[in-house]
């Protein structure tokens, strides 16, 4: 999508529009169902130019046609989350048996992805794959998003640990919402915390930093956290003032070098992956 639209999107956001006073007295397109295709590494059977669907396997959702509808962004799919998705994809090991908190988690692209990889992961089936929490601000988009993953035609809706909660960056910033937060996740005892588009809106970065921080400095028995988030640079001054707030909360910033092979039907763009760790 042309970038300057995105942003435009962004500006309207948090603005109450009045629909029957404005121009927008159409409604959005209905939700589609759409399937995105997906191979293993080496797991290509034919080695001429012709795609074998063979190779492929299958992730469905239901997802939303536009960019922002019902003030939120994380009714569909996000490039970035197409990127994270396919390194993991490639480094399963960095996720096969650990636990993930994912951040922002829209409709489910990338938690479903997770979700599938550690079941084909998983050496026997006595030994269930470990938790995957998967997150969001936004009610709507955390209950399209247990949809998809419960869909019987993706793997994820065989994975017993995948849970679903609500988790707003911004309760971390006020005092009067903070404790209340803070207990929500004590329970969460992650691995590895994973979000793709998720620096995008200038007035979230520091509420998201402080919950990176939260658990990256959280002391825990299995060693320290990292945290592997991907973003679609659209605004060189967003993508510093996320490096800015995360060397102001002392994290490290390690840039992940990684090229999309494209093999699961994606147009290359110029996505950034960054680890961060404490
Ligand atoms: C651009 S979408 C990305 C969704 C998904 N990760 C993807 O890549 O397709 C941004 C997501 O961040 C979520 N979000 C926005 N503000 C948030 C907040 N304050 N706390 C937690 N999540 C938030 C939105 O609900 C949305 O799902």
Not at 227 to 232: E, G, S
Request: glycine share 4%.
């Amino acid at each position: 999508m042309n970038d300057r639209i995105y942003n435009r999107y962004l500006e309207v956001l948090n603005q109450q529009l009045d629909v029957a006073d404005s121009s927008l007295s159409c409604p959005p397109p209905t939700d589609s169902f759409i399937t995105h295709y997906w191979r293993l590494k080496n797991s290509a059977s034919s080695k001429n130019s012709l795609v074998n669907l063979d190779d492929y396997r299958t992730l469905t959702l239901r997802e939303s046609r536009t960019t922002i509808q019902d003030g939120t962004t994380g009714l569909r799919t996000w490039l970035a989350s197409l990127v994270l998705s396919e390194y993991l994809i490639d480094t399963p090991d960095l996720i096969a048996n650990k636990r993930i908190l994912e951040l922002g988690s829209g409709i489910g692209f990338l938690g479903i992805i997770c979700a599938s990889l550690q079941r084909l992961h998983q050496t026997t089936e006595s030994a269930p794959p470990p938790h995957l929490w998967l997150t969001d601000a936004n009610e709507d988009v955390l209950t399209k998003c247990r949809g998809n993953v419960q869909l019987p035609c993706n793997l994820s809706s065989t994975h017993p640990n995948v849970h679903h909660r609500l988790l707003d960056w911004t309760a971390f910033e006020h005092s009067a919402s903070r404790s209340t937060a803070l207990a929500d996740m004590d329970a969460l005892d992650e691995d590895i915390i994973l979000g793709a588009d998720i620096v995008f809106d200038p007035a979230l970065i520091e509420p998201f930093v402080t919950v990176l921080a939260l658990r990256l400095f959280k002391l825990r028995q299995n060693g320290p956290r990292v945290a592997l988030i991907a973003l679609t640079v659209r605004n060189p001054d967003t993508f510093q003032a996320f490096l800015d707030a995360v060397e102001r909360a002392a994290l490290t910033v390690e840039h992940v070098d990684y090229q999309s092979s494209g093999r699961m039907f994606l147009e290359r763009r110029k996505v950034k992956r960054t680890r961060l760790h404490r």
